[in-house]
Structure formats: C-alpha cells, structure tokens
C-alpha cells in the first residue's frame, strides 16, 4: 500500500493489526506465529525459483566474470590461476535454531522441483492442471505441519540434521556447479588468444571444501563430550560410505562399454591384483557403519 502512495491506508492497518495482535493470547500467538513463518519460507522457494528463471544461461555470467579476469590478470592461465590461488571453504555447523525439520527440507525441495516442472514448455494441459494440483497438496500439508520440535534435539540429533542438507543439496549441487564453470573456461579460453586453449577445469583442482564443526564445538556447550565427537565422526563417515556406494551403483550403469584404452585397462588390472586391500578397506568400512547403527540403537 506503501508503494501505492496509499500512506494512511497502510499506517492505519499497521495500528489495527498491532492492537489485534496485542489482544491475543499466548495460545492464539502460538497458532499464528507458524503462519508467518510458512508463508516466508514460501516467499523464499518462489523467489529464489524466480532468479533462477530469469538467469537459466549461468554460463553467460561466468563467462563475463572470467573475460573480466583476464583483463586483470592479462599474462596468466586462468585456468593454473584458478586452480592454483581459488579456495572456498565451507564450515558446516549444526544448531537447533537453524535447522529445519527433515520432513519440511523434504517438502521444501519437493516443492522447488514441482516449480521447475511446471515451467516446462512440453506439457499438456492436463500435466500442468496436475503439476499445480501437486502443489496445492504440498503446500497445504506444509501448512498443517509442526515445524517445532517437541523434544530438545541432541548434538548427534542436531549433526544429523545438519548432514541431512549435505545429502539432499550439496552432494549434487557442488559438482554441478563446478561442471558449469568448467564449461563457462573452455568456452572463454577458446576466444582469448594468450589462455590455455579449451582447456576445462583440472580433474585435480578443488576449489571448494567443506569443514564443520559439527559435534565438535565445546566452547559454551556442556553437552558436546569426547563422545558426542565420537559418534558424529561415525555419523559422518557412514553418510559418507553410502553416498559413494550410491555413486558406485550409479557409475556401474553408466560405464557399459566393453572397450577401454590401454592405460584404463592397465589400471583396471592393477585394481585386481590388490582386490583383497580394497575388499578388506570396503569390508571394515562396513562393520563400522553396521556397528554405528547397533550403538545409536541401544542408546
């Protein structure tokens, strides 16, 4: 109404509203504080839906910010540059006020894919009809579901919580962001003379990592113990092994070929003859993970 020009009208139901809301009843306040809350987390999935559809040609960006950097740094591979100076690191940390529950991540990311889907230009019109009838489904069961947690989460609770958006965002949103900048080099270094020619991203260069302190930060929290550490570590490295052996699933569909070069081959026989050190690392990897499960059960 503000931006309306309507100032009155606004100042008026701004003092009506707070003379509502002082009115109210700690059980009242209750039932409408989630409401806010939903319908700002809701502003934020269609907002950030919004940029994405306004900039789908990321690699257009990237390749302005590398040309820019190539006036800047005129003499130098961009690509030795990049991998050589270019470190992210990310610390993950893990905290009752800035988790969400594992059911609304869930319906958060449901709700971000139906939004994709919808704006795909091969669907009929009964698609769309039931692509939007997902979404009313979704969004109402996001509005009658608790976001508090009715029980004080753990270390290890809050840790799991906390490994639960590296699985769900960050296993796959890294790679594929490193595979569009990879793209976004070799086609720049194609059109400036004195770069690498078409030479993509080094296999070996990581210019993102991730660290966390996760289960392990005791400064103020009584409650995170040598043990706690100990079982987030385990947390960690067994949400770690079944990502991989996803991968590894994922991967043995993929390669399909029966035709390799000589130098895969060679490393494919290497592989054979030191099956049993690999079987043996897959085999204690395993038992950890089998006796993590039995320890967080008994608890």
Known sequence: MRLAGMEDTAELLEKKLASEISKMSLEEALTLAPVFSHHLNLMGIAEVHHRVCRQKNVNLVMIFLISFCSVVFPQTSFTILFASRLEVEIVLTAHPTQINRGTLQYKYIRLSHLLNLRD????????????????????????????????????????????????????????????????????????????????????????????????????????????????????????????YIREVDSLKFELSMNWCSNSLSKLAQEILEHSMTYCSYFQWSLILAAWYHVETTKA
């Open 120 to 243: 795909r230009p091969d669907l009929t019109s009964e698609d769309r009809d039931m692509v939007i009838e997902d979404l009313v489904q979704e969004i109402t069961s996001v509005w009658q579901t608790d976001e508090l947690r009715h029980h004080k989460p753990t270390p290890v609770d809050e840790a799991g919580a906390g490994l639960n958006i590296v699985e769900q965002s960050l296993w796959k949103a890294v790679p594929h962001y490193l595979c569009h900048l990879s793209n976004a080099l070799k086609k720049v270094c194609l059109q400036i003379p004195h770069w690498e020619i078409g030479k993509p991203l080094p296999l070996k260069c990581t210019p993102i990592r991730f660290g966390s302190w996760m289960g392990g930060g005791r400064d103020g929290n009584s409650n995170v113990t040598a043990k706690v550490t100990k079982d987030v570590s385990l947390l960690s490295r067994w949400m770690t092994i079944d990502l």
